[in-house]
């Protein structure tokens, strides 16, 4: 059997499981909680009930509690059965992939994904993850007046707070039923999961010239589970009479497209 580990208050809690298959058992004695531990990152190195081991697998769940990048101190791509971030920095970098049997759960510290990195969850749950999350994304080079299409990978994600110095009338998604764009007041849009959306560069950005890349960055809690939209503005199986939609990735990684067509 492998453990797995949540935060309650200043102490760590420890849930028994049988290789993921199986929901926690929480243990009830000071014991069984000192005895059940995690693979544990301490910063410099990864420990398991204080002795010093390897880099676990899915089959095994993860705790961080220190500073931690996957370039410099992990394989590049990272599969676990679960992960807490207790404290510190976690940095999945660009391209990496952090795979997850079950949950990912952000109890202290930080966890940022940089630019194409991505977080695969095989659990379908929908509320499995608790905590905040940072996705960043980058786009191509902008100049002040181009749109960029977004959709959100975390829940709650405010437009304001992802784009805060877009200018305050240039936000809007597309209306399926109208067939025109909306509008969406910045300071109080919430991003809804599958939904997409257009915002126009900061409006400091230079009006001429060859652009320049702008970093986005989706904070909450990552999106999971099956997410509903239109894909077209009306339900006609004939191409020539279906309505357009603008609808978006509602996920913190990459979809495959095949399965997404069929």
Not at 27 to 45: M, P, Y
Not at 73 to 92: E, M, N, R
Not at 94 to 111: F, Y
Not at 196 to 211: E, H, L, S
């Amino acid at each position: 059997a492998n453990y797995s580990a949540l935060k309650e208050n200043v102490d760590v809690w420890y849930y028994r499981t049988d290789f993921c298959s199986t929901p926690g058992v929480l243990a009830t004695t000071t014991q069984e909680k000192l005895a059940i531990g995690a693979d544990v990152w301490n910063g410099a190195n990864w420990t398991f009930e204080g002795v010093v081991s390897t880099e676990p697998n899915i089959s095994h769940s993860a705790v961080f509690d220190g500073d931690f990048d996957s370039a410099t101190d992990g394989s590049g791509d990272l599969a676990f059965c679960s992960v807490v971030v207790k404290s510190g920095t976690v940095t999945i970098d660009t391209d990496d992939n952090l795979l997850v049997e079950n949950q990912v759960t952000v109890c202290g510290g930080n966890l940022i994904f940089d630019n194409s990195a991505s977080l695969i969850q095989n659990s379908t749950s929908k509320t499995i993850n608790s905590g905040n999350v940072t996705f960043k994304r980058n786009t191509t080079k902008i100049r002040r007046y181009d749109y960029t299409y977004w959709s959100s990978p975390v829940a709650n994600q405010n437009l304001i707070a992802f784009s805060p110095v877009t200018r305050a009338d240039k936000y809007y998604s597309w209306n399926h039923i109208t067939q025109d764009w909306d509008f969406e007041p910045p300071s109080t849009t919430i991003m809804t999961p599958g939904n997409g959306y257009i915002i126009r560069a900061p409006d400091d950005f230079a009006i001429a010239g060859a652009g320049v890349v702008w970093e986005g960055s989706f904070f909450g809690v990552p999106n999971n589970g099956n997410v509903s939209a239109w894909v077209s503005g009306t339900t006609d199986t004939d191409p020539l009479l279906a309505k357009w939609n603008l609808i978006g990735n509602p996920y913190p990684s990459g979809l495959d497209l095949i399965k997404f067509k069929t």
